[in-house]
């Protein structure tokens, strides 16, 4: 079976891991550029100053795209670069940017796959409370309006945020992203709905433009499965999909938040304030969402706890994806596997999961349409006589793109596949020893990009349309 022609194979980066340039052209400053200098909170005090300065490179890494033959390249617009301060003031320089960007993957006929916040808020905003003052919200739904009515002639794929409960949980439950704060679920909960409230507004807004594009947000996917098929077990996978996914996953595509979480949040008192004015507009966008991304990494394995919970600190390192944590109510928590595969940062490998997982999805919410927005390995890649043999990258995508195939072939509809990611870039907290990209980018030397073996190994499944996956 070949992947169908309409089906859209490409890379994705990010913003701030890519693009550097923090000050350049008008650019403000935003919660990251800040966060980054705090000493202690990312991995030898990595930051993305000058990342790996594709604002000023885009042309040679587009056209390295263009050879590998990604049809599709989804990218991230800094809100700072275009509203320095948030809102008000509009910079030009920052819009050209993004129209040079957009219209260099024209050139090759690269679709342009646009995510309009991909944690990098400007400062001004943060300062003012962040994604706790609703505020934010409003200056969003303007700078997305700008957006649609600046690429939107060109730009046919918007999504509106780019993993909620990355930012929120990071940011207010484990400390570890913008703006730090630790263990606050009732500024987590809110913070998740001030953010669903603004994706339904920028659907409204998106579909009162007539552009005839698609609009919709990109979700983690990391479906929980039981330890085993103990009763306890089954049970803490029902909780943790209820808090992880349907509490996510609910309001966007149904338009309503799932009961069970609602009553426990109540219980708790954690419920987020919300008015009636904003529950209906979240149930008014929901039929107007298109699609939903998926950023599928690995599955949670997870377990009941039982009595006390042993204290945990969270760190930098085992906040971000590594089992062993409890959930925050301490019902469950997710455990670490002896019959399981994991990467060199202890995340799990399984395809199978992905199967499971999308599954899941469709017997949940029927036949939506999907597009995986990442998936990748983060390894450090060997260097073998100036070659980049990420052959680990090789068959994890191999094994993965595996999985989307099976998924299609059950009924699933998925219409395109992003590796995360197009080229090496800074990770958020692990700087640049953590490598996703089919582009190496050589530190040592000023910044010089080489293509590794799974650059031209991908560029075979793309040519072939993965007809030997
Ligand atoms: C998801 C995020 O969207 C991306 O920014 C990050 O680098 C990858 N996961 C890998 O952790």
Redesign the pocket.
């Known amino acids: 079976m070949k992947f169908a022609h309409d089906f859209l194979f490409g890379a994705?980066t990010?913003s701030y891991?890519v693009e550097g340039a923090w000050d350049q052209d008008g650019k403000g400053p935003t919660n990251w550029d800040e966060f980054t200098k705090i000493p202690g909170k990312t991995f030898e005090g990595t930051n993305g100053d000058v990342a790996v300065d594709h604002y000023n490179r885009y042309k040679e890494d587009i056209a390295l795209m263009a050879e590998m033959g990604l049809e599709s390249y989804r990218f991230s617009i800094s809100w700072a670069r275009i509203f320095p301060n948030g809102t008000g003031e509009i910079n030009q320089k920052g819009i050209d940017f993004y129209n040079n960007l957009i219209d260099e993957c024209l050139k090759y006929g690269i679709v342009p796959f646009v995510t309009l916040y991909?944690?990098d808020l400007p400062l001004a905003l943060e300062k003012e409370g962040a994604w706790l003052n609703k505020a934010t919200g409003d200056a969003y739904v303007e700078f997305a309006k700008l957006c649609f009515n600046e690429f939107g002639d060109r730009v046919k794929h918007f999504i509106t945020f780019?993993?909620t409960v990355?930012f929120c949980a990071l940011g207010y439950m484990a400390g570890a992203h913008p703006p730090g704060i630790q263990n606050d679920p009732k500024k987590y909960f809110q913070a998740t709905h001030n953010v669903f409230y603004a994706h339904a507004k920028a659907v409204i807004e998106y579909k009162k433009l007539n552009q005839f594009g698609e609009i919709g947000l990109?979700h983690?996917f990391s479906p929980a499965f039981g330890v085993d098929d103990s009763e306890e077990s089954h049970f803490a996978a029902m909780h943790a999909n209820q808090f992880s996914m349907n509490w996510f996953y609910d309001p966007i595509l149904l338009g309503k938040y799932p009961e069970y979480v609602v009553k426990q949040l109540q219980e708790e008192g954690n419920l987020p304030d919300w008015t009636d004015e904003e529950l209906q507009t979240i149930f008014e966008a929901a039929p107007l969402n298109d699609f939903m991304g998926l950023?599928y990494?690995q599955p949670q394995r997870v377990e009941k706890i039982q009595g006390d919970v042993e204290a945990r600190t969270i760190t930098r390192e085992n906040s971000?994806?590594s089992p062993g944590n409890p959930s925050y109510d301490n019902v469950y928590r997710t455990v670490k596997m002896a019959d399981k595969k994991y990467t060199k940062w202890d995340w799990e490998i399984s395809p199978e999961g992905f199967v499971g997982g999308l599954e899941m999805l469709k017997e949940h919410y029927g036949q939506i349409k999907l597009y995986i927005t990442?998936n990748?390995l983060?390894d450090e890649d060997p260097i073998i006589e100036g070659e980049v043999c990420d052959i680990p990258r090789i068959n994890f995508i191999k094994e993965h793109l595996g999985a989307v195939k099976e998924a299609v072939r059950r009924g699933v509809h998925i219409k395109g596949y992003y590796a995360?990611?197009a080229i090496d870039?800074l990770?958020?907290l692990?700087g640049y020893k953590?490598q996703?990209g089919f582009i190496y980018v050589d530190h040592q030397n000023g910044l010089a990009r080489k293509k590794k073996a799974s650059f031209h190994w991908f560029k075979d499944v793309i040519a072939t349309r993965g007809e030997d996956i």
């Open positions: 994705a990010a891991q991909h944690w780019n993993e990355v990109s983690v950023n990494y971000t994806g990442e990748g983060g995360w990611s870039l990770s958020w692990n953590k996703y």
